[in-house]
């Protein structure tokens, strides 16, 4: 190296040297200069727990025959005595006028699959339906009326579903703004159609049937 190119090797050394000072003792400057950061996600809104049998905090419906996801006792089909499960809820929101109930299977080989138990115009203030409902158009003691079944008679019609994967069997409870009122049994096409507009909750317990 040249005694020319000595000053020059002296000067980029100093150069350098106040340039690292400046990064190390200058963090004002450098955290001005980054990107700013993204603003927070906003936080969705917290979700109703769930309790031991997976239903939704709030208006729940539960079984003593069965838990939510379970195999429904062969009583409660038509491989055994065919009668109703015995059914319990709660939490019925305020305002409620009456409760309506459905139980269908989604999974049947038909179109829109196959309809088992229909019944509306229940007060608010019945907590639950026993076993072995009658299968007549009225609820005998308890104050609701009954719909049609996928056969089309009232009642209660228990799980029949052709050999092969379980089937699920949907027991859906609405709570409704309005009473909904029929001159002749519904089916439950009519009895939702009726609902709409007037469904301030629902809950659904759910059990399995195969063969």
């Not at 000053?7 to 963090?27: D, E, I, S």
């Not at 709030?58 to 089909?77: D, L």
């Not at 038909?110 to 007549?136: C, D, I, S």
């Not at 409704?176 to 009122?181: E, F, N, R, Y």
Request: charged content about 15%.
């Amino acid at each position: 190296m040249s005694l020319m190119d000595k000053p020059k090797l002296v000067t980029m050394l100093v150069v350098a040297a106040v340039l690292l000072a400046c990064l190390v003792g200058c963090p004002q400057q450098q955290a001005a200069e980054e990107t700013p950061a993204a603003p927070p996600e906003p936080v969705a809104e917290e979700q109703p727990g769930t309790n031991e049998e997976g239903q939704a905090m709030g208006m729940a419906i539960t079984s003593t025959a069965f838990k939510q996801g379970e195999r429904i006792p062969v009583k409660y089909t038509a491989d055994g005595e065919n009668v109703s499960p015995p059914l319990q809820w709660t939490g019925v929101p305020e305002g409620t006028r009456t409760l309506a109930l459905i139980c269908h299977d989604p999974d049947a080989p038909r179109q829109g699959g196959f309809t088992h138990w229909v019944l509306y115009a229940m007060q608010p203030t019945v907590t639950g339906l026993p076993e072995n409902m009658p299968k007549t158009a009225s609820g005998g003691d308890v104050p609701c009326m009954q719909g049609l079944n996928g056969a089309g008679r009232p009642g209660y019609m228990g799980p029949s579903p052709p050999p092969g994967k379980p089937h699920r069997y949907q027991f859906t409870l609405y709570a409704l703004s309005d009473d909904v009122v029929f001159e002749t049994p519904p089916d439950r096409v009519r009895l939702l159609e009726a609902m709409q507009g007037h469904i301030i909750a629902q809950t659904t317990l759910e059990g399995l049937y195969g063969r």
